[in-house]
């Protein structure tokens, strides 16, 4: 039998934290519970979680603090869990690294369903045959979304899930243009209710990590949205 996935639940508020955790116990998942920020640092280390959730309001080192902090860890996935719901808090999280955003109060089935969703794009699927890997290079560019790596003018470059995945499906239709709503949707899928923005705030990631290369680069089709130029 596989071992559980383990969950760090990081949430001041003891009955919601509790409530999480009880619904994905039920699914199955390892949780453990944390109140505040410099706790959750000391106890990833330890639990070492397939998944954090993190609440943005918390005593001492904020939410904010926390993903940052993380970040320079492990590229485990992050969602934030908020009673915000401003564009500004949910940018400002996604550009420190965190992969999703849920506002509070929130519905225990869309949580167990983005947690499940994180989680499965996170990992490939464990199966009996080894997949053939999800690879495209270009010149000093290789990413694999079968092991979540990229290498940049030969060094490996730090990448959360979504970015990684958001440059992979660009660069697997070189020239090719989508828009911010086809993106969201290939990318975030149905669980993700968040507006156009995330894909803004990610390509900037991006474009800090991945300047433009003479033979490709990450393009902006103003009024449309982006393509990944191959020239």
Not at 90 to 96: C, H, I, P
Request: hydrophobic share 40%; aromatic share 10%.
């Amino acid at each position: 039998m596989p071992a559980k996935q383990k969950i760090l639940i990081v949430d001041d508020d003891t009955n919601i934290a509790e409530l999480i955790s009880l619904y994905l116990t039920k699914e199955f998942y390892q949780v453990q519970i944390v109140e505040d920020g410099e706790q959750a640092l000391q106890v990833f280390d330890t639990f070492q979680p397939n998944l954090v959730l993190l609440d943005l309001m918390l005593p001492g080192i904020d939410g904010y603090q926390v993903c940052r902090e993380l970040r320079k860890r492990s590229n485990t996935p992050i969602i934030m869990l908020s009673a915000k719901g401003e564009v500004f808090d949910k940018v400002l999280g996604l550009e420190l690294g965190a992969d999703d955003y849920m506002i509070k109060p929130f519905d225990s089935k869309e949580l167990v369903a983005r947690v499940k969703a994180v989680l499965r794009r996170f990992q490939p699927s464990r199966t009996d045959e080894v997949p053939a890997a999800k690879t495209v290079q270009y010149p000093d560019l290789i990413i694999n979304q079968t092991n979540y790596s990229v290498i940049y003018q030969g060094n490996s470059i730090d990448m959360p899930p979504k970015e990684l995945e958001l440059l992979y499906f660009l660069a697997s239709s070189p020239n090719q243009v989508f828009t911010r709503e086809q993106l969201l949707d290939h990318i975030w899928g149905y669980e993700y209710i968040g507006d156009t923005r995330t894909v803004d705030v990610h390509i900037k990631r991006l474009r800090e990590k991945i300047k433009d290369h003479p033979a490709w680069r990450l393009a902006t089709v103003w009024g449309i949205g982006y393509k990944f130029e191959v020239k």
